[in-house]
């Protein structure tokens, strides 16, 4: 089992992403994301290139108001999402998830969640319950509180700006070193793609920034092989 929490690979996950995420997207890139799960849908042979390309695109469109969603969630009215996930679950997962933040004494559901203890408290049929519901959860806020939410959505474009400026000098950084390297930069670049682009995991912009300058300093270090 891949531990992405999008692996680009696996199709029918890449299609469920594109259908999830294109409710926070604009009219053009619905119907494009539509026509790539039709297509999948339909039997047709879709190139896996293709629809990871698609499902980046789309991550990239919807990611300000993913983001805003992910602040609403967990530090605006975290209790919101809290109380839709349990009223929607069934009694007895919302037991067991009662009873793990009671007793890990978590604030929000992603931390929760995201406990080490949470593996063995909440059986994976259960754990595959609440990530369902939790996505169609958060559909429904976004339906209701999506227009109140520009305001962060605005800090949500400006920081993932940044993200994309840093994603572009490794990017470039990684033509100019030794193949070793190159491999290096690219597959930490799909780690941190699939925690920032699709988790919508924040992670401190001076991360990506000691990337580049370790990449910069192997460059001098290691020129390109000929």
């Given at each position: ?36 799960a039709k297509?999948y849908h ?185």
């Amino acid at each position: 089992m891949s531990d992405f929490f999008l692996d680009l690979k696996d199709k029918p996950r890449v299609v469920d992403f594109l259908v999830e995420a294109s409710i926070y997207a604009d009219e053009k890139s619905r119907e494009e994301a539509a026509e790539w799960a039709k297509k999948y849908h339909d039997g047709e042979r879709v190139p896996t290139d293709k629809l990871a390309a698609a499902a980046r695109k789309l991550a990239m469109a919807t990611w300000p108001a993913r983001y805003a969603l992910h602040i609403f969630c967990t530090k605006e009215d975290p209790e919101e999402e809290w109380r839709r996930v349990n009223a929607a679950v069934r009694p007895s997962t919302a037991h067991l998830l009662k009873r793990l933040r009671s007793g890990v004494k978590a604030k929000t559901l992603d931390e929760t969640l995201a406990h080490s203890e949470a593996v063995t408290a909440i059986g994976q049929e259960e754990q595959q319950e609440i990530a369902e519901v939790r996505t169609h959860v958060r559909h429904d806020i976004w339906k209701e509180k999506g227009s109140t939410l520009e305001i962060i959505m605005k800090a949500g474009k400006k920081e993932w700006e940044g993200y994309a400026k840093r994603f572009a000098m490794l990017r470039d950084l990684a033509t100019t070193l030794p193949q070793s390297f190159q491999d290096e930069v690219f597959s930490k670049m799909a780690r941190y793609e699939d925690r920032i682009l699709f988790a919508v995991e924040i992670l401190p912009m001076e991360i990506l920034d000691e990337e580049v300058k370790y990449y910069n300093e192997q460059r001098e270090f290691s020129p390109l092989e000929a």
